[in-house]
């Protein structure tokens, strides 16, 4: 199916890309104690694309994702999400951004225990006094197979299930971007490849842009496009991804690391 044009990225006039980072660089600490997590990394997400990060322990994955997302400031270069380079912004305006434009995805599902399943979904477009709209919301919600589950609270839900109402949660304010931080990182695997299957299908069907941080190539064999880090540098690209064909560079990385 192709995306629906109408249905994103009304609001906001588009270039093209959904986010993009240039020359980001994040040093932590200083002197003997100082780590480049990340150096000069330069790389565009495409609207209606889902990409997948990944890399070795400690190569910069979370700390790209949390500058290109807003909630970690670099210490030079520049993101922007849109046409909106963030660096403008002052503290009110980052948050207005990440709450209308960002949509979040973590491991823990992270949802309010005393609100059922529809709360849930709808509680960041409450939080901006913004009302859903009852079409997309039930497009949303019956793409992620909950229909039947709104008036659940989470702790009568699976953790698959939980995750289903995060994703609907990250979707229902049509937001420029989803940043996943493994999303799947504590499901099972059928679980896992449903969820993954909901996020492949937003980007199909809706034509929203996934970004997502994985270790599992199975995850991210899911994505349009796998980008590869080590220590902190882009190192690699690869397009229509396969689990194989992503474990042999990742068994690469393994194989450098021992011997460097
Ligand atoms: N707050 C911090 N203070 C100091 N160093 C940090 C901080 N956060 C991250 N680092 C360091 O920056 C580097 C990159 O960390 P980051 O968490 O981005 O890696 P990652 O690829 O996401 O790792 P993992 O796959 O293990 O989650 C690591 O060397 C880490 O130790």
């Keep these: 199916m192709t995306a629906d044009p109408l249905a994103l990225h009304a609001l906001h006039p588009t270039t093209g890309i959904a986010a993009a980072t240039t020359d980001l660089s994040k040093v932590y600490g200083s002197g003997d104690t100082q780590v480049v997590a990340l150096d000069r990394v330069g790389i565009a997400f495409r609207e209606g694309e889902f990409t997948a990060i990944m890399g070795p322990s400690g190569c910069g994955k979370s700390t790209l994702m949390h500058c290109a997302a807003g909630l970690d400031s670099p210490t030079s270069g520049s993101v922007r999400i849109g046409t ?57 919600v019956s793409m992620v197979g909950l229909s039947r589950r709104l008036d659940h609270r989470p702790a009568q839900l699976s953790g698959g299930q939980q995750q289903r ?96």
């Design 165 to 260: 109402v995060a994703v609907a949660r990250a979707l229902v304010s049509r937001p420029a971007i989803i940043f996943g931080d493994e999303p799947t990182g504590n499901l099972d695997s059928r679980a896992g490849a449903e969820v993954l299957g909901f996020l492949r299908d937003s980007v199909r069907e809706l034509g929203q842009t996934v970004v997502m941080v994985t270790h599992d190539p199975v995850a991210a064999g899911y994505a349009d496009r796998v980008v590869f880090l080590s220590d902190g540098h882009l190192v690699d690209e690869m397009t229509r991804p396969t689990p194989d064909r992503v474990l042999d560079v990742m068994k690469n990385f393994d194989t450098r690391s021992r011997t460097s």
């Design 84 to 140: 909106t380079e963030l660096s403008t912004l002052n503290d009110r305006q980052l948050t207005e951004l990440r709450r209308d434009r960002i949509g979040f995805i973590f491991q823990a599902f992270n949802l309010l225990p005393t609100l059922t399943a529809l709360e849930n979904i709808t509680l960041p477009l409450a939080i901006a006094g913004r009302r859903p709209d009852r079409q997309w919301l039930d497009r949303v």
